[in-house]
């Protein structure tokens, strides 16, 4: 599909800020389904693509994301004609605070990945992606004084023992698991504090643009002490460095299209998809070993997820028994 012409729902994801709820056809449902799990696919795929990358250090890797992350948006913008939301933004200082604190958790999680990835801890990665919701639970009662029902405490609590279980496990606490679940919770509260006045890729391009010049510096420092390796390993490694852009991009934009069209409930049972394949992909794939002690941690994460998507999926139907009772009402 062309994003210049436009299929109408990623159009509107990367255009424009999300419609209060999506859509109830069945036909858009369908569509926002395949975008969100064509999204979790790609980023399941994220360990393999990131070996490609190597010899780059994780820190290259990086930085290379960003550059081109921001060369990909701004190129979109300009076929979509989309940036009248520049000036706004740049007249709201605070936003743009709340942007940044975005940009640099992000790339936290990013750099962190990247790391856990090339140097062989891919699973451990995985796990981090399995304790994010709980931890998103657990900073919306810390910071945002939110009262949690009894089953989502004994996900909680459940999510605590098996970090506990984990620690005891590896020798020392996951800390590439727990870095990448506190990182990205707290990317999705810079995101939530911004509101929806803004669209997809707006938001992806304001973030790298704070990140662009600092970007700029670390590359320029790798290559002055020969660290670099976007020209000396050849057209192939360069051209895949670069394809960097379209791999954070494109992926987000997909997502977003999913996030107009389904209830937020079936994005959270899609999301486990990235993990689960990354946990395998580190296992069948990559030869990581996961001794069984390990497994049981593993196992105490996924009773505590099972227990947070039950809470979820129940609470979601009584949201819906009670609007269907008010329309009845009326």
Known sequence: MSIARGDAGLVEAVGSPPAPAPTSSDQSVRRGTIFGTSAYLMWAAFPLYFRALLPANALEILLHRMIWSLAFCVIALVLLRHMGWVRPLLRQPARLAMLAVAAVTIALNWGVYIYAVNSGHVVEAALGYFFNPLVTVML????????????????VALGLVAAVVL?????????????????F???GLMKNRVGVGLGALASLSTETALLFPFAVGGLVWLEVNGQGTFISEGTGHTLLLASTG????????LFAAAARRIP???????????????LLCGVLL?????????WIGFSIVWVALVVLTFDSLRAAHAVRLVRAAEGAAV
């Open 185 to 187: 919770s707290t990317y």
């Open 286 to 294: 990559l030869g990581e070993v996961v001794p069984p002690s390990r």
């Open 167 to 183: 620690t005891l496990d590896y020798g020392r606490p996951p800390w590439a698991a727990l870095v990448l679940a506190l990182s």
């Open 264 to 278: 937020l409930v079936t994005i959270g049972l899609l999301q486990f998809i990235t993990p689960v394949l990354q």
């Open 246 to 253: 379209i791999a954070t991009a494109v992926p987000l934009l």
């Open 140 to 155: 919306g009662v810390l910071l945002l004084r939110e009262r949690l029902r009894p089953l989502q405490w004994c996900a």
